[in-house]
């Protein structure tokens, strides 16, 4: 499987961005989707996860009702939409798929078996 993510850039605090992520390979085998970001200087952490079994999907606090993760399945995309952005958003934003069984799989793993895209930049001004 192969990821490749676009949509990031600059944009001032208040805006609105939305990311993608373009799968190819054998999607059907990682049903656990998440995005991930790092901030500059600090650890990657998972902001959005999302279960295609069931369509569940969890989010970190610092971004709920603020950010929507979701999947077009017709063209194997996972997407961040990003709303109200904030100067601490700003960091790289990676996707990640892996393998898994239920939705409590998906959310509780650091998706260190599964694979990841390059990441993109999302810059917030304040």
């Known amino acids: 499987v192969q990821l490749q993510e676009s949509g990031g850039g600059s944009i001032q605090a208040g805006g609105s961005l939305r990311l993608s992520c373009a799968a190819s390979?054998?999607?059907?085998?990682?049903?656990?989707m998440a995005w991930f970001h790092q901030a500059p200087g600090k650890e990657r952490e998972g902001v959005a996860t999302?279960?295609?079994?069931?369509?569940?999907?969890l989010y970190r606090d610092s971004v709920q009702g603020r950010f929507t993760i979701s999947r077009d399945s017709a063209k194997n995309t996972l997407y961040l939409e990003m709303n109200s952005l904030k100067p601490e958003d700003t960091g790289m934003y990676y996707c990640?798929?892996?393998?898994?069984?239920?939705?409590?799989?998906?959310?509780?793993?650091?998706?260190?078996?599964?694979?990841w895209g390059q990441g993109t930049q999302v810059t917030v001004s304040s």
């Open positions: 990640a798929v892996e393998g898994g069984r239920s939705a409590r799989d998906c959310f509780f793993s650091d998706y260190g078996d599964g694979y």
């Open positions: 390979g054998p999607t059907y085998s990682t049903p656990c």
């Open positions: 999302l279960y295609t079994g069931d369509g569940s999907t």
